[in-house]
Every structure is written in C-alpha cells, then in structure tokens.
C-alpha cells in the first residue's frame, strides 16, 4: 500500500511527475509493505524523488542485504515506469511517520541514501584482507567533488564504479560535467563516451591520460613506484619527493645541445615518462607514455646587477626545488636553464624520486654529458642502444620476491620480534598526532682527517666505512634516548641484477638495522656487532612494512608503516660530469619539508665526507640538529681513533 496525498506534483527534468503514482506502484511491489514517494530538492536546485519503504520482513542490519533489494525494487520500477519516475534516493523505515490525520508526516522523514546497486557477485565476497586506503591524487579528489556536488552527495557516497545514472545523474548532469571537466582540466571528453562508461573511474582515467598524453605500454608498478605513490598522495608537501639539483656550468655552454640532451635522455628512458595509475583492487601499474617535446625554459639574468642576480637565481632555485612534480600524470620531470654571466650557467634539474635514486642519477648525469657532446659535436653518444626499463625490473622484481619473500620474511620475524622500533629521543615540542611534513634539512662535514680514521678502522676491523658511520649514529641515537637499541632504516641500492645495474629508475630499498647495546663499551666491539647485523640484513633485505603483516599475524607484533630514522650512505652517487670546453659542479638542493622524523645522508666527497640530516621541524628546532650533527662527528672521530685494547684488537 501507499501513504501520500493527490496535490503532489512536482517537475523532474521538464516531465511533470506524481510522486503518488510512483508510491502506488511501489507499494505493489514483492516485499513492500508500505510505501512513499516524495520530492526532494538538491543544492544545485535540481529536484529527485525520494522514496521511503517499510518492507514486509524486518530488516536484519545487514547493509549489503539491504542494497541488494532496494536495487531489486528500483529495477523493478524502471520496468514499469519512464527512467524519471525512478527514485533516486530510498530509506527503509520499520514504520512510516504519520499525523494525527493518518497522513504522511514529511517533517519527521529522514534523509535519504543515494541508490548504489551492487552486483550479486560483488556482495557475499570471501573474506581475506581488504585493501589499504590510500588517498586520492588530485584528479581523483577534483573529480570526485565534482560529481558530490552534481549529484548532491557526500565524497564518501560516491561510489567510484558505480553508474552515474543510478546515483541519480541523466543527461543534464552529463552535459554539466563535461563542461565542467573542459573548464577544469582542459580535457574535451565525449558525451557518447560517458554514456558508455558512466563511471567515475573510467572517467578518472580518460581525464589523467588526456591530461598526460598517449599511453604506448603498461605494466605492473614497482614495490618503489607503489610505494611513492601511496607516500606522495598522502604527504601534505609532496614535494619533498623532489630530487633536486643545481648543476653549475662555466664556459661556453650550447642551450640547444643542452636541451636536446635532455630530450634524448627522456626518449631513452620510460622512467622520465611514466604515469602511476591506482588499479580498481587497490594495486598500482605504470603506464609509459608517448614521447613528447621537453622544455626546457631559459632565463637571461645578466642585465641584472650581482646582487639582483642572486636574489633572482635563489627565487628560482626556491621555486624549483618547492613545486611538486606529479607521478599521476606523468610530470616526473622539469627544468630550467639560467644565465648568471657571459660563460656562467645553472641548469635547475629535478626529478621524482620514484623516477631515479643515488645510483640512477649518476646514470643520468654520465649520459646528459655524453648526450651533450653528441649534439654540440654531431658525433655519437656511444650509449647503449637499449638500456633496460622499469616495466622489465617490475616483473624480475615481482618473480625474485616470490623465490626470496619466505626465507627473508622468517629472519625478520627472529630479528625484529622484541625491537624498539620509536626512539625515545628528546624533542622541543610535543609531538603532534600526525606530522606535518615541514622540516629542514641541516649540513654538516666529516672532516678528512676522521674519514681516514674512520676508514682504518673500518679496514682494521674487515668491514666498510658505512658500518662505522652507522655504529656512530647508533651511539649518538640510544644515548640521546637514554636506551640501549635503536632501528633505523637503512637504504639500500637493491641492484641485484647486472641486467638492470644501468637503469634509470628507483630500486633502491630498505632495511632495518638494529644497532644493540650501543650506549657504552668499546666502539670496535659496537662495529663488529653492527658488521654482522648489516651482512645479514642486506643478504634478507626487506623493507619492515613488508614483513608488518607476517609479524603482526604469526607474533600480533605492530611494525609502524614507517621507521623514524633512517640512514643512507650514497657511495654510489658520481656526480662528476666531464664535458670538454666546460667546468661544472653538481649540488643537491631540498625542499623545506621532511620525509620522515630524522634521515641522516653521508656522501664521500674528495677526501671528506659531506652529511646531511633532513628533519621534521614538527619536533625539532634547527639549532638541535645542528648540535646533534656536531656531537655525531665527536662520536665519530672517538670512535675511529678508539685506543686499541685485547679486547678489541
């Protein structure tokens, strides 16, 4: 049956409706007790009927039972009235509210949930782990507004896959979007198309490949790849994914050599024109993308006086290294060329990182050169033909995993099972329920005379510098936390196999180091501990929140998704660049934010040992750091010019 009134006649899309009529019909269906219709007005002033039902069984609570038969009625209703006399909106009531009068109350009605009608295979689903959540990239979120407010729902009511028109679109709502996509994002998108697939996934990925260009292959995403997308759509300043440099020319420089260099490299490498795209299960690929035209802005300062000069250059500089690149589309990499002087140039370059690491740079820098001297001289680059390509190493990486995961996975479960994973360091302010990203990044040098100690030592005790610069940072660490372990994550170069040792792209990896009992005792005896822990880790290498699932499961232990302090000794990073008739010097640059809490970078430089700690300034003041770096050199140098004892020798 049906509870309404017959002076109820509103306007649905230019038809005139009855909402009455539809209760009638409704009301007649299996499974409908009671039964009404009414119209309801959206933000956009656009009006929807909404439909209230009490059916003929109680509801159980059970969510996806309950979709799947308001679904069944609104299929039923489109089989026997016109497509605009649908309810777009329904509410199961155990009770229909009524007056004193015996007629429907309006005012007492609830709101109403959008139809969203799953398939019956999609409903009673084997359970098994769900995937994670991970935030929208901007295309995503942007689109995502836009049908909430075409539709007049929620962001969380709208459901990615399912069909604009059973959320209560039609063909104004089509006509809007896509004008509103060309305003937008410059992206003409075909009516016919979205009729076709009205979802806003397909949407979503006509929008980013319009945006991005033509795609020429895919392909599964890497561990890194998936990583740094899941990181840069949550990181407030995704900038700090920038890898940055400023490379210093002097002498006479060829601008258009310099740019078609860089076109080469960007041919020659997939990595520079990839796009991460998030599968439907949750799971990334990447996706290549057809070779366009690089640009490579040049601005003349040299009408400016010295000082304008420099304060521009740093704008510049600042502006580079602050704007975030988009994997999402494909925007990994960008450039800019100033001219400081008659025969003085610096070339802004910056990447993503999850387009290249320390070891994937030094590729790239050898090859701009050698990329340069063929342009400005007409010669051969002598490059191989074919370097190797990340859709490749994403499949050797998935096989290797699946040969090594268990073996790897076990050790860690032994190695990891009672680690304190969060330093109780000092800090100069409260710590904040999540990090804001704002950081700093301090400098400090390793003074040659303390390399070389650190080296002897490191020789003496038949390991590698890396090991005594970790034994250090361990010492420093568990002595500011007044504790006796520390973890740190520990970059790793991961080029396992000589087929991709010149790849262009992120392999690097990570694992954790536990430094044990490092406040106190010889600091040989802390290197041979920390020598054996590091030989292990590398030949297990495994990122900890790769082993979080086995951990949590098999010892209901917690791994963070992410260490608090991580260590990174970049022995593979040759910025040298040998182009004839040119100086050039290479330096890194970084953004003002912070990846993680406390990340301490070592790089050998001529006899010295250049460091740097990026930091997040939610915790720490500059100055902190700065004293801390100074107390790590002390550290160090007592370390490595320790007195020799029986015990240690």
Request: glycine share 6%; charged share 25%.
């Amino acid at each position: 049956m049906f509870v309404g009134r017959t002076d109820d006649q509103v306007k649905i899309r230019g038809f005139r409706v009855e909402p009455e009529e539809v209760a009638q019909v409704l009301g007649r269906l299996d499974g409908v007790r009671q039964a009404a219709v009414i119209s309801r007005r959206r933000t956009n002033g656009e009006s929807v009927l909404a439909a209230y039902v009490v059916p003929t069984e109680p509801d159980l609570g059970d969510a996806a039972e309950q979709e799947l038969r308001t679904d069944r009625w609104a299929r039923e209703l489109s089989r026997r009235l016109p497509e605009y006399m649908v309810p777009r909106t329904w509410c199961t009531l155990a009770r229909l509210p009524l007056n004193s009068s015996g007629k429907l109350d309006r005012t007492l009605l609830p709101p109403t949930a959008p139809l969203a009608p799953a398939p019956i295979d999609e409903v009673h689903q084997p359970e098994g782990p769900r995937p994670v959540a991970v935030a929208l990239t901007s295309v995503e979120k942007g689109l995502r507004d836009l049908w909430a407010a075409e539709l007049d729902l929620t962001d969380a009511e709208v459901d990615p896959d399912a069909s604009l028109f059973d959320l209560g679109g039609h063909s104004l709502t089509a006509m809007r979007l896509v004008n509103r996509i060309r305003e937008t994002w410059g992206v003409e998108y075909p009516l016919t198309r979205l009729y076709q697939q009205p979802t806003l996934r397909a949407l979503t990925e006509f929008v980013d490949e319009g945006r991005s260009g033509r795609v020429v292959r895919r392909g599964p995403a890497t561990e890194q790849q998936t990583r740094f997308a899941t990181l840069h759509s949550r990181h407030a300043r995704p900038q700090v994914f920038n890898v940055a440099l400023s490379i210093t020319f002097s002498g006479r420089l060829e601008p258009g050599a310099l740019h078609d260099a860089l076109e080469n490299l960007v041919r020659r490498h997939e990595s520079l024109r990839t796009r991460l795209v998030r599968e439907s299960s949750g799971t990334w690929r990447q996706e290549v993308l057809e070779f366009r035209p690089f640009d490579l802005p040049v601005e003349d300062l040299t009408s400016q006086g010295e000082p304008e000069r420099q304060e521009q250059l740093r704008r510049l500089t600042e502006q580079a290294t602050e704007t975030p690149l988009d994997p999402f589309t494909g925007d990994v990499l960008s450039a800019r060329l100033v001219r400081t002087g008659a025969e003085a140039w610096v070339l802004l370059f910056v990447a993503h990182h999850c387009t290249c690491d320390g070891w994937a740079l030094t590729t790239l820098l050898k090859e701009l050169a050698a990329l340069y001297r063929a342009a400005a001289t007409g010669a051969g680059h002598g490059l191989p033909p074919a370097p190797p390509q990340q859709v490749e190493y994403a499949h050797w990486q998935a096989a290797h995993q699946e040969a090594t995961d268990r073996r790897r996975t076990d050790y860690w479960l032994e190695e990891l099972a009672d680690a304190p994973f969060t330093p109780d360091l000092p800090l100069d302010r409260p710590r904040p329920d999540a990090l804001s990203g704002r950081g700093g990044v301090i400098r400090f040098t390793v003074p040659a005379e303390v390399r070389a100690a650190v080296e002897r030592l490191a020789a003496r005790r038949s390991t590698t510098p890396f090991v005594v610069a970790a034994a250090a940072l361990g010492r420093l660490l568990t002595t500011k936390a007044e504790q006796d372990d520390v973890v740190m994550n520990i970059s790793y170069a991961g080029r396992e196999s000589r087929e991709f040792e010149s790849l262009v792209g992120c392999t690097a990896t990570g694992f954790a180091l536990r430094v044990r009992d490092a406040r106190s005792g010889s600091f040989a005896e802390l290197t041979d501990r920390v020598t054996r822990t590091t030989v292990l880790g590398m030949e297990h290498a495994m990122p900890p929140r790769r082993v979080a699932p086995a951990m949590r499961q098999r010892r209901d232990i917690r791994i963070p998704d992410g260490l608090a302090i991580g260590l990174a000794y970049e022995s593979s990073l040759d910025t040298g660049i040998d182009i004839p008739g040119l100086t050039t010097t290479v330096a890194e640059i970084a953004p003002s934010a912070s990846r993680s809490e406390f990340i301490m970078v070592l790089s050998p430089a001529g006899d010295v040992l250049e460091g740097a700690v990026e930091y997040s300034a939610d915790l720490w003041d500059a100055a902190t750091v700065e004293a801390w770096s100074r107390d790590y050199v002390r550290l160090l140098r007592e370390g490595a010019e320790e007195p020799l004892t029986d015990e240690a020798g």
